[in-house]
């Protein structure tokens, strides 16, 4: 092709040091754009001036007064989302993990829908998924003749359904990847069956599960489409609390907690990154959206 | 994880009945594929049951009529949809949601490709941290982030503040309560995602291409164009659909910066069941807002297979 490209005058091309710049202020806007909304929130966290009213940014003076201030009631529903979120992972392992390797190394007909149907979690909106596990919770509760509105049951169903196609997701990734010479130089060293799946293809999948359980962990606890039509007044998890705090009146106290569970969620986040290392963890956890 | 002889495909798996052992493995040998198979069935049945059961639930609870007050009637009958898609406000909600989601897909996609694209031919460790402080900012609650932006985007906040104080603006700017405030909120929520999903496309192009490219006399404009973009074509379009579904069904940014005054579907289903305790006219919106992110993605899979049967070969 040889044509004349209307980009040929243009003064600035990617290679010259003006295009350089160019591309990495986009790179450093999109940083500021994604941490901004959280570093003003700890940073308000601390202020003590009402100059700009309640709640402002930057700090001008300092105080914790605000932590002190917490009611209980946002403890407890960090409490619920923590359960939650526990609970989620947990059941994400237990069922994701046995789906991907049926999903991966079975020869069923048909294994594109099984997949699709382990994926359908994360294709429905999620408000979508609300209103259904809402319409489910009402049902079952009129045949058992309970009443499950607000209850942990419902919950805890609808976030283990939305925080286990990520650990499919994890686990398939890896399974993909896996060099089954491993396991049939074990079998042929003599390892009984299970003791090749303990022994060789459990530590080797280990990272994906890690990965899988953290994604399902965070979705779980940071919900809020799926979770407003569960809770209940006085039974809510921490998400909702706080959504239906700022859509009513602005408490600084949310300020302090919100912070509160930043540093969890970052401290979280390091400890399974010393457990199973950066690069894996990165690696799998882009994945492990698909 | 072996790195230097990753088997190109799914290797077939046998060590479960020793079948490597037999001096000829039969092609139909359906023996541990069985095992495999059976491990899929707990979880698939919980699925599946749910997956039914919730969907079937709704579906038949909005071909009732609303009573009101959390009653429904017990015919079927179809007046919710006849209402929904002859009322004008319905339908301009859903043109608001696919308006609001469309900007918000295109603007984050044009902001996280470059993103991607750096951290993808970054040498050095700073690739790792750069995305790690992607998936970090993903892990962060979404409403802990919006309140993050309410306190930005307030009247004296600090964004009005400072653009006063350059004088970039004569007066405060109003983002609180618009739709280019919703259209940011949803950014904020689809960003990390999209900087994650480009990079492991960028990732699978070899820089040897480009490479090549700028070594036949392109200037890196040109690559990017003739080269960079054709070959993540495929995965810009999947990721872009992803992203729309996500912008279709977010609820909370939308919901808490448009403060009531954008009204976008998700919105309008949960103040349906609050407020109004209507069910069945809610899950008829929501059935329209599940048919509406189905069509969009028939459609967009549709282009896309005549776009890839109709692409010439870039030379």
């Given at each position: ?168 997701g994890t686990v398939t990734a890896i399974l993909q990847r ?93 400890l399974v990154q010393r457990v199973v290392g950066l690069e ?11 | ?210 490479e090549a490219a700028q070594a036949l006399g392109a200037n ?96």
């Open positions: 092709m040889i044509s004349k490209s209307p980009f040929k005058r243009l003064w600035w091309r990617l290679e010259t040091p003006v295009g350089q710049t160019l591309l990495w202020s986009v790179v450093v806007f999109a940083y500021l754009f994604l941490h901004a909304p959280t570093i003003i929130v700890m940073g308000a966290s601390l202020n003590a001036s009402s100059q700009y009213g309640a709640i402002s940014f930057p700090p001008t003076s300092f105080t914790l007064a605000r932590y002190w201030e917490i009611p209980a009631s946002q403890f407890h529903s960090i409490l619920l989302s923590l359960k939650l979120a526990f609970l989620s992972a947990t059941v994400g392992v237990v069922l994701g993990v046995p789906a991907a390797f049926g999903l991966v190394r079975s020869r069923l007909p048909g294994k594109g829908l099984l997949a699709a149907i382990f994926r359908a979690p994360l294709q429905i909106p999620t408000v979508v998924i609300g209103i259904t596990f809402l319409q489910l919770v009402y049902a079952v509760g009129d045949a058992l003749d309970l009443d499950l509105s607000g209850s942990f049951v419902g919950l805890a169903v609808a976030h283990c359904f939305v925080a286990t196609p990520y650990v499919v896996f060099d089954g010479r491993l396991e049939e130089a074990a079998a042929s060293l003599g390892a009984t069956p299970l003791r090749t799946f303990r022994r060789v293809t459990l530590p080797l999948i280990m990272p994906g599960l890690y990965a899988g359980a953290l994604y399902a962990f965070m979705v779980s606890f940071g919900d809020v489409p799926i979770s407003i039509f569960l809770s209940a007044p006085g039974y809510m998890t921490y998400p909702v609390e706080i959504f239906m705090g700022l859509e009513q009146n602005f408490s600084p106290t949310i300020l302090a907690s919100a912070t509160l569970v930043i540093i969890f969620c970052f401290a979280l986040m390091l894996t963890l990165l690696r799998i956890g882009g994945t492990g959206r698909r | 994880m072996p790195t230097d002889i990753a088997a190109p495909r799914a290797p077939r798996f046998k060590p479960l009945n020793f079948a490597f052992l037999r001096r000829k493995a039969t092609p139909g040998d359906e023996g541990d594929s069985r095992v495999w198979a059976l491990m899929l069935v707990p979880s698939l049945i919980v699925f599946v049951v749910l997956l039914v059961a919730s969907l079937g639930l709704f579906i038949e609870g909005s071909l009732h009529r609303d009573l009101g007050y959390g009653r429904t009637g017990t015919e079927w009958e179809i007046s919710n949809y006849l209402r929904v898609f002859t009322d004008s406000f319905y339908l301009k909600c859903l043109w608001i949601t696919v308006k609001v989601s469309a900007m918000a897909t295109i603007g984050t996609m044009l902001l996280a490709f470059p993103v991607a694209y750096v951290i993808a031919r970054l040498r050095s460790r700073w690739a790792m941290l750069l995305l790690a402080g992607i998936v970090a900012s993903t892990f962060i609650t979404i409403v802990i982030k919006v309140f993050g932006l309410m306190i930005l985007f307030a009247s004296n906040g600090f964004m009005n503040r400072t653009l006063l104080a350059l004088g970039i603006v004569g007066e405060p700017v109003v983002l609180l309560g618009s739709e280019g405030g919703v259209v940011v909120g949803l950014m904020q929520f689809t960003l990390g995602f999209a900087v994650l999903l480009l990079y492991s496309v960028v990732q699978t192009i070899p820089r040897s291409y480009e890196r404009l040109r690559v990017a164009r003739r080269v960079l973009l054709p070959l993540c074509l495929p995965g810009i379009s999947v990721g872009g659909l992803m992203i729309f579904n996500m912008c279709m069904g977010a609820f909370t940014s939308a919901a808490l910066i448009g403060g009531g005054k954008v009204m976008t579907l998700p919105i309008l289903i949960q103040r349906t069941i609050m407020m109004e305790v209507k069910y069945s006219m809610a899950a008829t919106l929501a059935a329209l807002l599940l048919f509406a992110v189905i069509a969009v993605n028939l459609l967009s899979i549709f282009l896309m297979r005549r776009m890839r049967a109709g692409r010439k070969v870039i030379a």
